[in-house]
């Protein structure tokens, strides 16, 4: 698969990524690689015991999931990452050069992009599929993508209730600043929450051997990261890049104590509540030979 641009159609997720949420990944690319690599090896673990040639990794954002694969898998073998993000993508593509991998970078929306048919062996993701608009549309287009018996394994986040760390900035500055509700559902971090409707979303998007079992995983970033992180991220970060700054310090002076509780050290600590989702595509229809 070579690199490719397609234009992204400007939904709000393509709006957000491309934006505010997209330029804040970047500026914390080495927290949050740091605090999420666990589920990188999760996952390059998985492509370790599949030895696939042809690897898709969705949603792939700075790129070290891909990177990491391409590693693994050698120069024989290819992984690409798809974004809908050009500045997440800049990144992904300056640090392989950096690294000296041979990974492809492709800026497209995974939903439509026109990947070449039957030619992925596995498609993997660390929390890069939980913001389409139209998933449905999404999976049944990377089923197209792979080729019969391709797995795919992804990871996402559970619910809220599951991963009160995540909630713990917008329960304390609700009453500084306006917040829009988290929606179960709807296009974000808690979308796959639940497990029946993500089952059935593979089903009939055409995946077969659905397996979707909990992950519990415990994640950390240094202390001194904390308050950048939470002024960035989240719904709490994407509210006060409005604020002016006597309400984002009054924001910040109420959320950072809610924290306490996962200090430990110069370290703070959580576990992540996620899903390892994983399906196979199936055999290709054939047609009947006519009488
Ligand atoms: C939570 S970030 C995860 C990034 C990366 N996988 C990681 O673990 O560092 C979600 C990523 O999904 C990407 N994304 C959202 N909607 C997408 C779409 N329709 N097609 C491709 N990528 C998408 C975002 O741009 C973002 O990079």
Known sequence: MTSSTSTPPASAQSTLWNGHS?????????????????FLDLLVDAVKKESPRRVLDVGCGTGSTTIAIAQEIGSQDHCTGVDISQPMIDVARMRARQTGVSAD??????????????????????????????????????????????????????????????????????????????????????????????????????????????????????????????????????????????????VIDAVRPAFDQYVHGDDIRYVAACWSIRARSPARETTPPQP
């Open 22 to 38: 997209g330029h804040a990944w970047v500026d914390l690319q080495p927290v949050l690689d740091q605090m999420f690599h666990p």
């Open 105 to 250: 970078f492709v800026h497209a929306d995974a939903q439509t992009h026109d990947f070449p048919a039957a030619s992925i062996d596995m498609i993997v993701s660390r929390f890069g599929v939980m913001f389409f608009d139209r998933p449905g549309e999404a999976f049944a287009n990377l089923r197209r993508a792979s080729r019969e018996g391709a797995l795919l394994n992804v990871i996402a986040w559970r619910g809220a209730a599951d991963n009160p760390f995540m909630t713990t900035a917008e329960r304390a500055a609700g009453p500084y600043i306006e917040l829009p509700a988290r929606q179960p559902g709807v296009p974000g971090q808690f979308a796959f929450a639940d497990q029946d409707k993500v089952a059935t979303l593979l089903k009939d998007s055409g995946w077969r051997d659905i397996d979707i079992q909990p992950v519990d995983v415990e994640c950390s970033l240094p202390e001194r990261e904390l308050v950048g992180y939470i002024s960035r991220l989240g719904p709490v970060g994407l509210a006060l890049q409005q604020a002016d700054a006597a309400t984002r310090a009054r």
